[in-house]
């Protein structure tokens, strides 16, 4: 049980080492613009706004509404794309 | 040792499998929360609703989505066949052949004055014979004048003239110049 943690965490440090976490980052922001999930998003966050009063509303409050349905609207191609590139990532540097 | 080694590989796969969609989930928190803040930091700062004014001027300003028409909803091609009138020529040009007949009547622009210059150099050959024969007398009087018009004076049609052979002059003297170079390059080569 153990062993897994660690390889787990020992996987994420070389992720973050190798830069490779920010390039996942930037790749997923960019597929996610271009695809109009931002702006899908941003919708859904004016009506949680008009809701919830302009000067009344929290970052917990955007979080609470915005990240369930961000996590559902990603597009499966998105997805597999960046699957891909972890698994590609894993299968490369795993041989610790 | 290499037993652990080989059980951890063979686990690996549902493990591996397991960890790329953590990560994958991570990831899209992360891109989430960013939104999350852009957008708090928009609403606190005043400007999250900054694109979006009144009703009406909304509605006024709608993208038009309709055929023969541009997003503002004026027609594109209404002027294509309007007639223009030539402030110089006092002519009626058709809209689309306006900027050409304006640049050539006007005398402005690339053309007309690469246009004139053939003119000028084309009807100066013609004349050339005849200029030659002109006093040298007459041609100091006058004050310059259109090559085409009266007979030309020796100066200007000569460098009217030239100007038209510039071209080959200039083949000739780089013709001259290998030949000289060459000349001298065999004269070495077989004094050495």
Request: neutral net charge.
């Amino acid at each position: 049980m153990s062993k897994d943690l660690q390889m787990r965490a020992a996987i994420n440090q070389k992720l973050i080492e190798m830069g490779e976490r920010e390039r996942l980052k930037e790749l997923l922001r960019a597929k996610l613009i271009e695809c109009g999930w931002k702006d899908q998003l941003k919708a859904h966050c004016k009506d949680v706004i008009k809701e919830k009063g302009l000067e009344h509303v929290t970052v917990e409050d955007l979080v609470a509404e915005i990240t369930p349905k961000g996590r559902a609207l990603v597009p499966d191609s998105v997805k597999k794309e960046l699957l891909q590139r972890i698994r590609a990532f894993l299968a490369q540097h795993s041989t610790l | 040792m290499k037993m652990e080694a080989m059980s951890l590989s063979g686990l690996d796969n549902t493990k591996l499998e397991a960890l790329a969609h953590d990560i994958y989930s991570d990831l899209v928190e992360d891109a989430c929360l960013g939104l999350c803040f852009e957008v708090h930091r928009a609403v606190k700062q005043g400007y999250f609703f900054l694109d979006e004014t009144d009703q009406d001027s909304m509605k006024d300003f709608e993208i038009v989505d309709q055929p023969g028409v541009d997003i503002f909803g004026q027609v594109y091609n209404q002027w294509k066949n309007k007639e223009c009138v030539c402030p110089n020529c006092s002519r009626s040009i058709a809209a689309s052949r306006f900027a050409p007949h304006l640049e050539k009547c006007l005398g402005m622009g690339r053309n007309s004055s690469r246009i004139a210059n053939r003119r000028i150099a084309s009807s100066n050959n013609m004349s050339k014979s005849e200029s030659d024969q002109e006093d040298n007398d007459d041609i100091n009087d006058n004050d310059w004048s259109y090559g085409s018009e009266k007979k030309a004076k020796k100066r200007k049609s000569d460098k009217v003239f030239l100007r038209s052979l510039k071209q080959p002059v200039l083949l000739v003297s780089l013709a001259l110049d290998i030949g000289n170079i060459l000349f001298y390059l065999f004269i070495y080569l077989s004094i050495s």
